[in-house]
């Protein structure tokens, strides 16, 4: 059994894809397998895979069927007690698993760790905004505006994942948004102060390109959170406000698109659950 798998989804980024496997070939930690899924590609990403032939596992989807299923398909195709996520736009800089894994030797009762990540817009790199800025340990409450887990930064157990569940294949984007919230109510998600992750943005195959309107697939991650998972008392309180901020901002938007009934639903849904938070029982 090897230490890490690697996971990358795939979809029509032959060249990128290319460069992503190189920068985990490249690696100085070397005791991984890498799951490569091609999530319905209809560019020449199928032959841009054969040249790396037995060195990579290959999973392929014969229709395009979103991120949260080609990562969850290299998951389960897994063999590793720690998975590490690698986007196909991305790369790393070769210490980037062997720091990771150095990290859990010396904190075993770590669940997950991240890393800090250059950021390159249109080919130039930028600085992230304070409030881009990641914590460590407690994210939770600073998580529920915006989403401070990177996917390709991040490692974490195996046993995480079969406590808390997989990907959430019903959300087209910030499906990352949804799980890194599920794990930081339970556990802490710590940060390494390295920028090991080379994270490129602003093109348009981006996931907030094709999917504008984000904040509703977050409100879904909310109402799905305040309804299932093990919260606090301040973290429910914490997760309601926000959900009330978010309905507020996108359904007054909606109103203003001429939107009138998906605007009064999004406006109307904070009050379902204050009517609920009372009865719902604490962890």
């Known amino acids: 059994m090897v230490a890490v798998s690697v996971i990358i989804p795939t ?36 032959e841009a895979l054969r040249q790396f032939k037995d060195r990579i596992h290959i999973a392929v989807h014969t229709t395009n069927r979103g991120v949260s299923a080609a990562r969850n398909t290299g998951i389960a195709a897994s063999t590793a007690p720690l998975v590490a996520f690698l986007d196909s736009d991305d790369y790393w800089l070769p210490e980037k698993l062997s720091v990771q894994t150095a990290f859990f030797d010396e904190n075993p009762h770590a669940m997950i760790c991240q890393t800090e990540e250059t950021w390159i817009r249109n080919g130039k790199r930028v600085n992230p905004r304070n409030r881009h800025l990641k914590p460590s340990g407690d994210v939770f409450e600073p998580s529920l505006e915006l989403c401070l887990v990177s996917p390709s930064s991040v490692m974490l157990k195996r046993a995480l994942l079969e406590e808390v569940g997989l990907f959430d294949e019903d959300l087209p984007a910030c499906e990352d948004y949804d799980l890194w919230l599920r794990i930081a109510c339970r556990y802490p998600v710590f940060l390494i102060r390295q920028s090991l992750v080379v994270k490129e943005g602003g093109h348009a195959d981006q996931l907030s390109a094709r999917f504008p309107g984000m904040d509703r697939f977050r409100i879904m991650a909310l109402v799905k959170l305040l309804q299932e998972s093990p919260l606090s008392e301040s973290q429910q309180k ?25 605007g009064a639903h999004y406006l109307k849904l904070p009050s379902t659950f204050e009517m609920l938070q009372d009865k719902k029982p604490c962890f």
């Open 238 to 262: 914490t997760a309601l406000r926000e959900l009330h901020r978010k309905c507020q901002i996108y359904g007054t938007g909606c109103l203003k698109r001429g939107k009138k009934a998906e």
């Open 11 to 46: 979809f029509n980024r032959a060249i990128k894809t290319v460069r992503a496997i190189s920068s985990v070939l490249y690696q100085r930690f070397t005791d991984h397998e890498i799951i490569v899924v091609d999530d319905g590609s209809t560019d020449p990403t199928n």
